[in-house]
């Protein structure tokens, strides 16, 4: 199996950064897509930016210009540059890695999550 490891969350204020960072490890041929989820209180899980093993990025608009998401193919590892945080990025922050095991099969896995809350 495959197991995603979230760090770097915490307490900013408004205007603050924040720098998250998420290692898989297990049974991994490749790692195809990997990206960064939230989640706030009463609302659905939604996109924030994803990045392909090929470099290819996408962010939701609501974070565009203020966050980058970057990728350790080596490490197996992706981050995500939280800068100009907002209250409204108040969320549960998930890893998602798309992979291609070492049996060729193939699955997509999630971390535990991550608090990251914006307050003053």
């Known amino acids: 199996q495959v197991q995603l490891v979230e760090s770097g969350g915490g307490l900013v204020q408004p205007g603050g950064s924040l720098r998250l960072s998420c290692a898989a490890s297990?049974?991994?041929?490749?790692?195809?897509?990997m990206g960064w989820y939230r989640q706030a209180p009463g609302k659905q899980r939604e996109l924030v930016a994803t990045?392909?093993?090929?470099?290819?990025?996408n962010y939701a608009d609501s974070v565009k210009g203020r966050f980058t998401i970057s990728r350790d193919n080596a490490k197996n590892a992706v981050y995500l540059q939280m800068n100009s945080l907002k209250p409204e990025d108040t969320a549960v922050y998930y890893c998602?890695?798309?992979?291609?095991?070492?049996?060729?099969?193939?699955?997509?896995?999630w971390g535990q999550g991550t608090q990251v809350t914006v307050s003053s």
């Open positions: 998602n890695a798309d992979v291609t095991r070492r049996s060729y099969s193939r699955g997509d896995y």
């Open positions: 297990g049974s991994i041929f490749r790692i195809n897509v």
């Open positions: 990045i392909t093993s090929g470099g290819s990025i």
